[in-house]
């Protein structure tokens, strides 16, 4: 879940350098924000797993320890860049609108 975490910030967060960069990001940003109600409850599935298993004094491994321990932070910054693309949404699409308007331009002078 951690990894599935960090991979859809980088993605969300990657900088876009074209319209196909754009697009794309588009895509998954929809992905996640329709998956988003089942990653919320996996996150409260783990949070009340590590509680359960705390509560009960079971040690947790040093490493699972330490990833749980970033998750929260990891989570947060997830629904930042969901924010973040969601609010420049509106901006990349005159952007890149302009660009494709631009190499059509440039594709019917040639």
């Known amino acids: 879940f951690v990894a599935v975490v960090h991979d859809a910030t980088a993605r969300l967060s990657r900088q876009l350098s074209s319209a196909e960069d754009f697009v794309d990001q588009l895509g998954f940003l929809t992905e996640v924000q329709e998956g988003w109600k089942d990653t919320d409850d996996k996150m409260l599935e783990i949070k009340n797993l590590i509680e359960l298993i705390q509560g009960a004094s079971i040690p947790i491994p040093e490493l699972d320890h330490a990833a749980y321990q970033t998750l929260t932070p990891d989570f947060n910054t997830l629904k930042g ?16 609108s302009g660009d494709l308007a631009h190499g059509v331009e440039q594709v019917s002078r040639e």
Do not use: H, L, P, Q
């Open 81 to 96: 860049a969901i924010d973040d693309a969601e609010a420049a949404k509106e901006d990349n699409i005159a952007r890149f």
